[in-house]
Structure formats: C-alpha cells, structure tokens
C-alpha cells in the first residue's frame, strides 16, 4: 500500500502549539548554491559558490475551531512587534525570529521518518486566499501564511 505523504508534525520553539492536524499543506523552502564558473586558458570548470534558501515556507491551515487557535498564535506572532505599521516601530530580529523542526511521520504519526531544521523563521506574510462562491456550502475556509527562513539544516 503507498504510504500518504502529508503525514508531518511541527514545532516551534518559543510557539506552545498542538494543531498540526489543521495545516493542510507545508512547502520547506529550497536551498541552492551557486555556480562559479573559472576559466583557465581555453577551458572552463564549474565551482560551488555561496549556498542560500530560496523562496519562502508556505503553510495552508485550516480555519475550524481549533485550527483558530494556531491561526491566533500565528498572528499573535507575525503583530508581536517585527514591525508596527502604526507606530512606525520594530523589533530586532533575535526578538522575532525562531526556530522550526519539520517531521515527516509514518501513518502512525507517531514514528519519524526525516526532519529538517528550519533557522532564523518569522511570518513575512499572511493570505485569507481567495473569496470564492463554495460549490458546496461545507466547503472548509483555508488561510495561507508565509514564513521568511534564514537556513534549513
């Protein structure tokens, strides 16, 4: 039987959260280093350049009842002072920034198959997605967040 691939589990240290069930959907960012190309005489070889993440980690959850409790702590998060567009204010990055595990889990959701270490997280930004006429009135309301990541072990 193939395995599911949306079993997975975050934690995020300095955020208390149980609600990994109402994320529907994680996109880690990509990480790339670039190519330097040196020339010699009449040949050219290729050298790894500096290594970067490239993009951002993208989270769909799901607006339930309990899902709203990490859609709060999520914007609890991205208003705690990175920057205050009324005040004009903001905060440094140590005071924002936090660190993300990814697990990817068996079906038991209990066993872990890999993990990723995402440094230097913090909610950039953060979609109610489009407004749409459901085909059916059940249809469950998503909220996309964005999160800048400074490097992924």
């Given at each position: 039987m193939a395995q599911k691939s949306h079993h997975f589990?975050?934690?995020i240290e300095g955020i208390s959260f149980d609600q990994t069930v109402n994320i529907q959907s994680l996109a880690l960012p990509k990480k790339k280093t670039t190519q330097v190309s040196?020339?010699?005489f009449n040949s050219r070889?290729?050298?790894a350049g500096d290594t970067y993440v490239d993009g951002m980690l993208k989270?769909?959850?799901l607006l339930d009842n309990s899902g709203l409790l990490l859609y709060d702590k999520f914007v609890t998060w991205s208003n705690s002072g990175i920057n205050n567009t009324?005040?004009?204010t903001g905060s440094l990055p140590e005071e924002y920034k936090e660190n993300m595990i990814v697990q990817a889990l068996q079906p038991n959701m209990i066993d872990v198959l890999d993990t990723w270490v995402l440094k230097g997280v913090w909610p950039a930004n953060q979609s109610p997605g489009e407004f749409k006429r459901p085909k059916d009135a059940?249809?469950?309301v998503m909220y996309e967040f964005e999160f800048s990541v400074d490097d992924v072990i």
């Amino acid at each position: 039987m193939a395995q599911k691939s949306h079993h997975f589990r975050i934690i995020i240290e300095g955020i208390s959260f149980d609600q990994t069930v109402n994320i529907q959907s994680l996109a880690l960012p990509k990480k790339k280093t670039t190519q330097v190309s040196k020339g010699t005489f009449n040949s050219r070889k290729y050298e790894a350049g500096d290594t970067y993440v490239d993009g951002m980690l993208k989270m769909v959850i799901l607006l339930d009842n309990s899902g709203l409790l990490l859609y709060d702590k999520f914007v609890t998060w991205s208003n705690s002072g990175i920057n205050n567009t009324q005040l004009g204010t903001g905060s440094l990055p140590e005071e924002y920034k936090e660190n993300m595990i990814v697990q990817a889990l068996q079906p038991n959701m209990i066993d872990v198959l890999d993990t990723w270490v995402l440094k230097g997280v913090w909610p950039a930004n953060q979609s109610p997605g489009e407004f749409k006429r459901p085909k059916d009135a059940s249809e469950n309301v998503m909220y996309e967040f964005e999160f800048s990541v400074d490097d992924v072990i």
